[in-house]
Nanobody, 118 residues
């Protein structure tokens, strides 16, 4: 059963903005730290941002100051607001339960494609 569904990706020009959404099951959302990950072609998957049950956030240095992760507990949804987008942000973005070490705890889903191009 699919318990995490990403959406909101698309094609954006450099400097533009995009907001990604991840809908989760209630039990998962209430019990785990949530994270956004991305994987560019030929690159390893990396943790971009995470948010705790108490809404404490953490970011990769490459996106700090440009991206913002948030959660809506009533909707069991986590968001990733992406501003000042750069071509190097182009990747497939995934959400997952985040382990303490930063790895994803569930099998990876389809993700949502984000392409930054002029």
């Amino acid at each position: 059963q699919v318990q995490l569904v990403e959406s909101g990706g698309g094609l954006v020009q450099p400097g533009g903005s995009l907001r990604l959404s991840c809908a989760a099951s209630e039990s998962i959302f209430r019990s785990y730290v949530m994270g956004w990950y991305r994987q560019a072609p030929g690159k390893q998957r990396e943790l971009v941002a995470s948010i705790t049950i108490g809404s404490i956030t953490n970011y990769a240095d490459s996106v700090k100051g440009r991206f913002a992760i948030s959660r809506d507990n009533a909707k069991n949804t986590v968001y990733l607001q992406m501003n000042s987008l750069k071509p190097e942000d182009t990747a497939v973005y995934y959400c997952n339960l985040r382990s303490r070490s930063g790895s994803g705890l569930l099998p990876w889903g389809q993700g949502t494609q984000v392409t930054i191009s002029s």
